[in-house]
Nanobody, 122 residues
Framework: QVQLVESGGGLVQAGGSLGLSCAAS????????WNWYRQAPGKHRELVATIASWGTANYADSVKGRFTISRDDAKNMVYLYLQMNNLKPEDTAVYYC??????????????WGQGTQVTVSS
């Protein structure tokens, strides 16, 4: 079992910054990738940023240069972060922490947190 718990959402003015955290526990150390997704009202969930187990990070074009994904390993825990700078109203969404295990070990399985609301006012 894997548990993901996000924190750090809130209300911020356009141009401001916000940091999200995700605390992961359980069978976490074999995950292939760690991801942040977001879902705005009336829109599909979209991938915002991803960091591979070996450290390579990738970002959606809409957040490149503004968002930074990072990860820290601690005893029995993994902490995933998303630092968001120069926020725009279109960044308003529920943000979800996500982890993907190797498909050969857990085919078709992906893990989600409960989500945290980020609201950017203009």
């Amino acid at each position: 079992q894997v548990q993901l718990v996000e924190s750090g959402g809130g209300l911020v003015q356009a141009g401001g910054s916000l940091g999200l955290s995700c605390a992961a526990s359980g069978n976490i150390f074999r995950m292939n990738t760690w991801n942040w997704y977001r879902q705005a009202p009336g829109k599909h969930r979209e991938l915002v940023a991803t960091i591979a187990s070996w450290g390579t990070a990738n970002y959606a074009d809409s957040v490149k240069g503004r968002f930074t994904i990072s990860r820290d390993d601690a005893k029995n825990m993994v902490y995933l972060y998303l630092q968001m700078n120069n926020l725009k109203p279109e960044d308003t969404a529920v943000y979800y922490c996500n982890a993907d295990p190797p498909p050969d070990l857990e085919p078709g399985i992906t893990y989600w947190g409960q989500g945290t609301q980020v609201t950017v006012s203009s």
